[in-house]
């Protein structure tokens, strides 16, 4: 059982997690342990996953998924018979009224849907500190030079399960670089998983770009492929001078995770949010949602 923060109702949502019972037995049990180090954990299972979502007959189980995990679609483009498989469903486009970005430059946003954790003041050398995390941002990223960088700056994990809107999105106006790629393996990135394999986000294949942005300066976006994840697909095109809120990739099916990086004295995260991360807890949120403020240098 896995336990939300609601912003809203200030209160604790029971999480409802795709694949969940399969995901109990494949890292709680002994034998799960065994098939997901010899498979599942492999390239190959997650391309034959993705091959599947991609397929004419995944349409059928479209109508149900939409049923199950109370999916509100009339936030989305397209309709239900427009959905020709179930990957061409999961990275389904929202209408922008859905997912407004604020234009104010001292708020700071969420890049995308799911359930974020934050940390102030992080040592680049030191675990980030909290249970069922066990790696610090040089595991995480093995350029050092770049990430010394960001040695006492701020961090946010942004989660996003199965049922959520798997596109994301820049938070602030500027330019970004190439986004390079980290071979790794296909862990889930469910806090179940995690407290068995709490390297997950440095062991995963992952990808990593740097945003020159307008008004939180230099930042990282690191994009942590997980179990099933066909691919990370960044839409964006390099070097061109993007807006807030323009979208900046997607992920095909499955669990995923969104890292941002930012440089000391930049971003102020808001209390809840801190606050809830102390204690062990996500806090629930959606693209384009504030969660901090930027600090005038």
Known sequence: MIKVYNRQTKEYDIEK???????????????????????????????????????RISAAKIKKFIEKYDIDMSEFCGELKDFKSFNDFFTRKIKPCAR??????????????????GWMNVDINKNIGIKG?????????????????????????LRLNPTDYHRF??????????SKRIK???????????????????????????????????????????ACVGSIVQTYKPGEFIKRG???????????????????????LDEDILYQTKLGYESKIKAGEVIGRSVKI
């Not at 099916?253 to 102020?268: A, C, E, M, N």
């Open 100 to 117: 407004p970005f604020p234009k104010e430059p001292e708020l700071f946003l969420s890049p995308g849907d799911g359930r974020v954790q």
């Open 184 to 226: 790794g393996h296909y862990y889930s990135v469910n806090p179940m998983a995690l407290s068995f394999y709490p390297k997950v986000f440095c062991q995963n294949v992952r990808e990593y770009s740097i945003l020159d942005s307008k008004n939180y300066g230099e930042l990282i976006y690191v994009e942590v492929g997980a």
């Open 17 to 55: 997690i795709a694949g969940g019972k399969i995901i109990e037995v494949l890292y709680t049990t002994s034998y799960g342990r065994i098939g997901l180090e010899l498979v599942l954990k492999r390239k190959i299972y997650s391309v034959l996953a993705g091959i599947l979502c991609d397929s």
């Open 133 to 157: 995390i066990s790696y610090t941002l040089k595991d995480l990223i093995p350029e050092n030079k770049i990430i010394e960088k960001y040695d006492g700056g701020t961090v946010i994990v």
């Open 246 to 268: 323009s979208e900046k990739g997607f992920f095909k099916f499955g669990g995923s995770t969104i890292i941002i990086l930012i440089k000391k004295d930049r971003v102020k």
């Open 169 to 178: 999105h820049f938070i602030d106006d500027g330019v970004c670089s190439e």
